[in-house]
């Protein structure tokens, strides 16, 4: 099958899931509602499409790696409505609409924050009870758990908070929370599927390798989205105008370096997934795309 | 031993393990020190007495238990430094020191509490790949979720956030909000103990029910707490008169008539605890103790 095809596929079982997940009757409505709304709030499940696809490549079982796909996917949203508050980011919009909690109030989409980090948790648990003959599910739990919490995204969170307005650091302390905030995450994102597909130890240090450099090469585009001025980039800076002041690899080392970076960190990841071969076409075609990707 | 000495036991353990799990050089500074700040506020540590007290009664591994004491007292903590928030109960003190975002503001109180949700599900996870052999771990980490969740506490928070100053729904509502707000992480607490302590499925019942019974009855007292103005009830509700718009066992049924609820629900907790004999002490009176706390 065709990158496209594949991407549709991952995207597809990721949809169909969540969205069973999300009409659980037990949930309080307002709550569900909340959650739902920024769940499905036309996010392209980048996390989701890596564990699926890193398990995929290593022929392991799809429907395990799933919950753990949609658990990613509502660890990702989570921090997003967060991140949005007012005592965050501030941000009204999200993707273009209105953010969590100017739908819902800022109580509410705290709740629904939290709801849907210690809801990713019960699915995976869940999992894990009806996988428990699978050796590697339950460090792929680890390996989320890790990348989302107070060593890996609400990390680069904190330092990110902390250091608002304040370039200094340099080099060092852009990585540092980068490498956290956002990859972190994907990199558990390829290391859980990798896991559930009972990944031998230098296929774990190969996807490892991969998913730290696709991590870096998303944050460096993301970075330079936000000057070209594309559709996405508007919609998350609506309304203010403080990109100037925050760390970001244009801000720090201009525009043609940070693509010359991007480029390289490109390479450098398609070239830690040699060892899988034309299995790791996915991958490849994706670490492509997120080099050129237009939002 | 005794019941003091026992608590006093039960509360060393959780706040030597504690310690040690703040201590994390990994975590960003500011960040810990913010987990760390609510953490250590002069908590009463009941639920990982819960835990330890279950699970040391049916003669289970206290060490086994610990990580999740701890992580349910994380648990516990994110949810009052979420609850403290002007978006949420605006309380500007907890335990008569200033509340979390007093102190490190808004935005880290937010990753604090976001922080000590998924530390707890860390450190859980990790007990749980060393205590594979035991049967019982992954249920006590599902019970933990469950309780803890959007079936559990958030759902309890989002419902009594929807229905603040709202008096309709009665004692059904009443019911349903704090069996969630505070009942369901209660009884998980003691469920957890049990299963890692290996309880055969009459026994899981009883604790279940003692559990139930149990968080209704701290319920109760706390609403009584709060009108007849301890040091703890000032504290909570310093600089504000919100309370008389409260869903509360003592709005709804008066004074007198939950005071005697109180009494029958502890009778009713303590019956429960009957096929454990005289092992059951430390949970009886933890009860009456309950019964008649005066903070």
């Known amino acids: 099958m065709s990158y496209r095809e594949d991407g549709a596929r991952y995207r597809e079982m990721t949809a169909s899931a969540l969205e069973k997940y999300l009409q659980n009757p037990q949930i309080p409505q ?32 799809l429907a395990a790696a799933l919950p753990v796909a949609c658990a990613l996917e509502m660890i990702h949203t989570y921090s997003l409505i967060h991140d949005d508050l007012p005592a965050m980011d501030n941000d009204d919009f999200r993707r273009g609409k209105p953010s969590n909690h100017k739908v ?44 989302a919490g107070v060593c890996g995204m609400v990390a680069g969170q904190a330092v990110d908070l902390e250091s608002e307005g304040d370039l200094s650091g340099g080099a060092e302390r852009l990585r540092y929370t980068h490498a956290r905030k956002t990859g972190a995450i994907i990199k558990a994102a390829v ?82 997934l040699k060892i899988f071969q034309s299995r790791a076409a996915f991958l490849e075609e994706l670490t492509d795309y997120t080099l050129e990707r237009k939002h």
Do not use: W
């Open 30 to 61: 307002r709550l569900l509602t909340a959650m739902a709304y920024s769940v499905h709030n036309g996010g392209k499940r980048l996390r989701p499409c890596l564990t699926l696809a890193s398990c995929e490549m290593l022929e392991g079982d």
């Open 104 to 147: 819902y109030g800022e109580g509410m989409a705290i709740l629904a924050g939290d709801g849907l980090l210690s809801y990713a948790f019960e699915i995976m648990l869940e999992a894990l009870g009806r996988y428990s003959g699978n050796p590697g599910y339950l460090k792929a739990i680890q390996a989320v758990a890790g990348g």
């Open 191 to 272: 290391l859980s599927g990798a896991y559930i597909a009972g990944a031998r130890a230098e296929q774990v240090d190969a996807i490892g390798e991969f998913g730290s450099l696709y991590g870096l090469l998303f944050q460096i585009t993301d970075d330079i989205l936000d000057v070209e001025g594309s559709f996405a980039g508007m919609g998350k800076t609506l309304g203010k105008d403080k990109d100037a002041n925050k760390l970001t690899y244009v801000n720090l080392f201009g525009l043609e370096a940070s693509k010359t970076m991007a480029r390289e960190t490109a390479e450098k990841a398609k070239a830690a």
